[in-house]
């Protein structure tokens, strides 16, 4: 033991710079938690990518050979893998919430929040823990869909900007599931309203279909989706169809920078119970 | 104490005693801790009721009371996670209302439930704290396994903390509330559900470190027993306020020679609590602390 406490020394308030530097390496130490816990227990990326290969594979493979969705030169299969790897990422992100309640009932939020971290370096570094997770999940699903003939682009500058509109996309919907958790404050409620939403943020987007084949309704709900610009950006990027990259990755990064400032803000509510 | 006994740091506003108490070989500066007519309501309820306390630097201090009264939420708003008034608590003359972050890195807290992340092995249960305390880049790897060691884990600690017993848990969460070295050391209940040895563990490892480093610790627990033999002294808190305070002994011997702390608690908090105190939520998260502990 060699510490000593010869003088009380209180150390003074960060500045914004200091700030800045605080949220980028608590988002660091976080996704770092995040890398090792992926390392130690794989099994949950296993299971958590047999509903993406049943979609490629069930879903995929029938609708390719029915030809019910037109989706002019690109195959069905190609046009549908890059909304399947956003519905991976999703389904994550918005389960994440559940993840920061049970850390609330063990205390673990608790001592994160008495650290002295930034309420929004903890909400992003979980936002992007969650996106370094999808991410994974990512690199097994695109396997998959290699394997079941998908024509991914090999340009390495496209594989950045997948993971690039993976971690924004997850770190919205990341953070709109620790919103709904700072709001319904129990893993129950959260299961229940997380459900509701899901299905119909992945339905309402041109995750399975073109959307033109949307009715009217639909594409006004398509427009304010965050997941159809992930989708659009993923699938310029991986199966080069025409995407709108600038708009796409535009209204990400927004949605992300105000999800996360918003998940900030409610965060506190989980712990004074 | 008398104002004249008392000196301001010009920076923090802290006010320091200017004679220290230097048995340890260190100065004590005064107080670790001040709450001054502290409040928390929950609606009409009122958790917190006025409670003024201080607590001496380097000494155990005891927070005693049964299940719901005002121990927790207390310990929250010392901690920062509930929002104090401002001037209504400092931490070694720092205002926890106004300067949050900077009391952040002077205290250490290890919650009631044990925390400690499952999946990961001890080191990196340690080093995650390390990292988000800015322990420097060049000393973390020596800093961790110096706490490790300090909690009779080095051992142990490249194995997950899944495989690890509740007392080695709970000094895995010491580890990792002690890496950045705090001033103010706050355990919620650390003992809870823990066996007669891995206690007598975990607070052979506060008192060694307390009596090395000079730290200040802020102990809630139920175990009047523990309070008796650990702590400097004591406050035994009912319905928000705090009913007495003192050393253990003085206590006991309030009420009679042949008193124990048990006998002080029951004087001062009556015998109907069982019925009465503690919700729906106390006994969940008991019941969780059990279940992760067996």
Not at chain 1, 224 to 236: F, I, K, T, W
Request: glycine share 8%; aromatic share 6%; hydrophobic share 45%.
């Amino acid at each position: 033991m060699t510490t000593q406490l010869h003088t009380v020394d209180v150390p003074p308030d960060p500045g914004p710079l200091k700030q800045m530097s605080a949220v980028i390496s608590r988002t660091g130490a976080m996704c770092l938690v995040e890398l090792q816990k992926l390392r130690h227990d794989r099994t949950d990326l296993i299971t958590r990518a047999i509903q993406p290969t049943l979609w490629l594979v069930v879903f995929g493979q029938v609708f390719t050979r029915i030809h019910a969705i037109p989706t002019g030169d690109t195959p069905y299969l190609d046009f549908l893998a890059p909304g399947i790897l956003a519905q991976s990422a999703l389904f994550i992100a918005i389960f994440y919430g559940i993840e920061i309640i049970w850390e609330r009932d063990a205390g673990v939020l608790s001592k994160l929040m008495v650290t002295p971290t930034p309420r929004v370096a903890l909400v992003a570094a979980k936002a992007f823990a969650s996106a370094t997770r999808a991410v994974a999940q990512a690199l097994a699903v695109m396997i998959i869909a290699v394997l079941l003939g998908v024509h991914l682009s090999l340009d390495p500058l496209h594989f950045l900007g997948v993971v690039v509109a993976l971690l924004l996309g997850s770190a919205c919907f990341c953070c709109l599931s620790i919103m709904i958790g700072g709001l319904v404050l129990s893993r129950d409620r959260l299961m229940g309203v997380g459900q509701a939403i899901m299905n119909p943020l992945f339905f309402a987007s041109n995750a399975l279909y073109p959307v033109q084949l949307m009715p009217g309704w639909l594409q006004v709900i398509n427009h304010v989706n965050p997941l159809s610009y992930e989708v659009d950006a993923l699938r310029g990027l991986l199966v080069n169809t025409p995407a709108r990259l600038a708009l796409d990755f535009g209204v990400l990064a927004v949605a992300a920078a105000v999800m996360i400032s918003l998940a900030a803000a409610l965060l506190p509510r989980l712990t004074r119970g | 104490m008398t104002n004249d006994d008392l000196t301001q740091d010009s920076t923090s506003g802290a006010e320091y005693r200017t004679t220290p108490d230097t048995d340890i070989g260190v100065p004590r500066y005064l107080p670790a801790l001040r709450c001054t007519g502290l409040t928390q309501r929950f609606g009409d309820t009122v958790a917190v009721d006025n409670l003024d306390l201080e607590v001496t630097h380097g000494e155990v201090f005891g927070l005693l009371g049964p299940n719901g009264a005002g121990k927790t939420t207390t310990i929250r708003m010392i901690t920062t996670l509930l929002n104090a008034p401002p001037g209504s608590i400092q931490v070694f003359g720092v205002d926890v209302a106004r300067r949050r972050t900077a009391v952040r890195r002077l205290i250490g807290y290890v919650p009631q439930q044990l925390s400690a992340d499952a999946t990961l092995t001890g080191r990196e249960n340690v080093a995650l704290f390390a990292r988000l305390y800015d322990v420097p880049r060049r000393n973390r790897t020596d800093r961790v396994a110096e706490v490790l060691a300090d909690m009779d884990l080095a051992d142990v600690a490249d194995r997950p903390a899944k495989t690890y017993s509740g007392g080695m848990v709970r000094r895995l969460e010491l580890a990792q509330a002690l890496v950045s070295a705090p001033r103010l050391l706050i355990l919620d209940e650390p003992t809870v559900g823990l066996d007669p040895v891995a206690r007598e563990g975990v607070w052979a490892r506060i008192e060694q470190i307390t009596a090395a480093t000079g730290m200040t610790v802020l102990v809630t627990t139920h175990l009047m027993q523990e309070a008796d033999e650990r702590c400097d002294r004591v406050a035994l808190m009912h319905r928000g306020q705090i009913r007495a305070l003192g050393a253990p002994a003085e206590l006991r011997g309030s009420l009679g020679p042949d008193a124990t702390l048990d006998d002080v608690f029951r004087a001062y908090t009556g015998d109907r609590l069982a019925e009465n105190a503690g919700t729906m939520r106390d006994v969940r998260s008991a019941r969780r602390t059990a279940g992760r502990v067996s």
